[in-house]
């Protein structure tokens, strides 16, 4: 090939590396030989109990019109959100995974000689989405793996469009309360447009002091909470994201936005899993046993931790774990390398079934012992 494709790129473009997701079980089974049936994956974060009961059913009763196109404007779904968070239909934003909802963000509002602040050790896609479009990405260093927000508040800066925060915070699982979420809204500029990315919400107990960021919509229009159905609701392989915002800033990503971004299978079931509350409890249940659980084990080894409020685990070796991860993956568990967040020591290991638990630390255990 004689022209250089990658030099025609735009420039943000041409420096990005593209995101590495989870190893797939298939493959993990491929590359090794291994039979996928015996092999446990807790490398994304997905809900190890798999979709609902009344998921299931609704997605069988929408298999007959296949045919027909999406629900472009996402009404049913949208109504029962707007229900449920006590907003308008007009201020939620339909996304294919809370991933498009950040990228709409920064498509919307990003441009070279603007700038997005976000967090060391965040959520890769803050980054990604900010360089794809040509602005600059400014990376306010963590404290103790978790956002400084006075730092970030510090980082701002009259070419600042976007922050983008976390809470809890991926791939770390740290956190801040309610006041330090109230006191940097109240200090941010009303030009700014906050991101507050709740991925991981629903996994918050009563008493984890955890800000509903939906509570603050009210009083702060340049808020934008992104939530997703990947996590707690099951449906990760759908993709199923949304945002909750001014009906001003809803109507500015839907300019953006692709039509029919969320196919008609996935509003079926995002509605269904909305109204299962039961599997949500179920869910949450199982993720604190998982932690508690995760947690003893780890101890048990020697080893730390970084306290989660998500449906996963960083653990820190205290070396390079790129070998322990290699290990792991010869015995048939698949976890999360972080060392491309900046983490070279840590796994991140999302919480499974007590069974899946039960193993990865079985065959850690042994890895560790043959060192």
């Not at 709409?104 to 000689?113: D, I, K, T």
């Not at 997703?228 to 759908?238: D, E, N, P, Q, V």
Request: aromatic share 8%; net charge negative; proline share 6%.
């Amino acid at each position: 090939m004689s022209c250089d494709f990658l030099a025609l790129a735009q420039p943000g473009v041409q420096k990005l590396s593209p995101y590495v997701p989870g190893k797939p079980v298939d493959e993990l089974a491929r590359e090794l030989n291994l039979d996928p049936a015996g092999i446990v994956k807790l490398a994304s974060n997905e809900n190890p109990l798999g979709p609902s009961s009344q998921v299931l059913s609704a997605i069988q009763g929408a298999l007959p019109e296949l045919t027909r196109y999406p629900d472009g404007n996402g009404f049913e779904l949208k109504q029962a959100l707007a229900v449920r968070y006590d907003v308008t239909a007009a201020q939620v934003t339909l996304g294919n995974g809370s991933n498009d909802i950040l990228d709409l963000v920064a498509r919307a509002y990003l441009a070279p000689g603007l700038n997005a602040v976000f967090s060391q050790f965040a959520f890769a896609v803050y980054p990604i989405a900010t360089q794809a479009v040509g602005a600059e990405g400014r990376a306010v260093p963590a404290k103790a793996y978790g956002h400084d927000l006075p730092a970030m508040l510090a980082a701002i800066d009259a070419n600042t469009r976007v922050v983008f925060l976390a809470n809890p915070n991926n791939p770390t699982g740290t956190w801040f309360d309610s006041q330090a979420l109230e006191a940097f809204l109240s200090a941010v500029p009303e030009q700014v447009l906050v991101v507050l990315d709740e991925a991981y919400i629903e996994y918050v107990e009563a008493g984890d002091n955890l800000p509903d960021g939906v509570q603050f919509l009210a009083r702060f229009p340049n808020l934008l909470v992104s939530r997703t159905f990947s996590k707690a609701y099951g449906l990760a392989a759908l993709r199923v994201g949304y945002a909750l915002s001014s009906a001003q800033i809803a109507d500015v990503l839907n300019r953006v936005r692709q039509p029919f971004n969320v196919n008609s299978l996935a509003l079926t079931a995002a509605v269904a899993a909305l109204a299962d509350t039961d599997y949500l409890e179920a869910g949450r249940a199982l993720n604190s046993a998982g932690m508690r659980q995760l947690e003893q084990g780890l101890a048990a080894l020697g080893l730390s931790w970084i306290a989660s409020k998500g449906n996963f685990i960083a653990v820190d070796f205290a070396r390079d774990a790129a070998p322990i991860n290699q290990a792991l993956l010869q015995a048939g568990v698949i976890v999360r390398p972080v060392a491309g967040y900046g983490m070279p020591t840590f796994l991140r290991v999302s919480i499974g079934t007590e069974a899946e638990n039960a193993r990865f630390l079985a065959v850690l255990g042994q890895v560790l012992a043959r060192d």
